[in-house]
């Protein structure tokens, strides 16, 4: 098992992206932490991994007290942590006219100001190295109407975990990014219309949607020591949709 041993936080793991990400790198090994703002959630995640694998640790990630104890419980439980994943994000579909300042706020709060202080917590906590995997989107590369705000804080995490990864370079920890396209989840879905699927899809070379599964596995790999030289990258898993 790739990840054997390994302490790994996910936040945002309750559904979607973050469940695959929490399943993914326990059946690889690592003892998980799954957070999510959604107490039962994130709970439910943890028992479906199982007790031995896995705990449940609710957390607002905009908020730096919560992510502080996030961090604190974590080395508390397991007297170490290897592996950040940051995940929790937000994607509420909004014509640019229409943004309020609290829309823009929300959302750049929990995307981008997260990582910070997620990132920040964790590499002072991690003594022997560790990896950062942060999810990003392609939306950090494609302009998507309605989606101002949201395309405005992945591009600023692109540009943070690229910076980021050459000042913890000196302390062995590696700092990369997955930017996924369109993904299957639950939020997708209750966002998108059935018509709206099927041109998404039509405009992806690989004829399908994402699924959770995807971005996991290459979250397995950068998490791994199989990427210890790799750092400051931005790794697109889309299915071709932005080589059109």
Not at 104 to 115: E, G, P, T
Not at 157 to 163: I, L, W, Y
Request: glycine share 10%.
């Amino acid at each position: 098992m790739e990840l054997n041993g390994k302490i790994a936080i996910v936040t945002g793991a309750g559904q979607g992206i973050g469940k695959g990400i929490a399943f993914a790198l326990a059946k690889e090994g690592a003892h998980v932490v799954a957070s999510d703002i959604n107490e039962e959630n994130c709970a439910k995640v943890a028992d479906e991994i199982g007790n031995d694998k896995a705990i449940a640790i609710k957390c607002d990630v905009s908020k730096k007290d919560e992510v502080d104890s996030l961090i604190a419980q974590t080395i508390e439980k397991f007297g170490k942590l290897d592996i950040l994943v940051n995940n929790a994000g937000v994607f509420p579909f909004k014509p640019f006219l229409e943004l309020t300042e609290e829309d823009w706020n929300k959302v750049l709060d929990v995307n981008l100001k997260s990582m910070f202080l997620c990132s920040q917590a964790a590499a002072k906590a991690m003594k022997d190295g560790g990896k950062i995997v942060d999810i990003s989107s392609i939306a950090a590369f494609v302009g998507f109407e309605g989606l101002a705000h949201y395309c405005a804080s992945k591009s600023g995490v692109n540009g943070f975990v690229r910076a980021l990864a050459l000042e913890l370079a000196k302390q062995k920890i590696n700092v990369n990014a997955i930017a996924p396209g369109a993904i299957n989840t639950p939020g997708a879905n209750v966002s998108s219309s059935e018509e709206v699927k099927k041109q998404t899809i039509a405009a992806i070379p690989w004829g399908r949607m994402g699924e959770p599964e995807d971005i996991a596995n290459a979250v397995v790999f950068l998490a791994s020591d199989k990427a210890d030289y790799i750092t400051g990258q931005i790794l697109i898993v889309d299915g071709g949709y932005t080589l059109r």
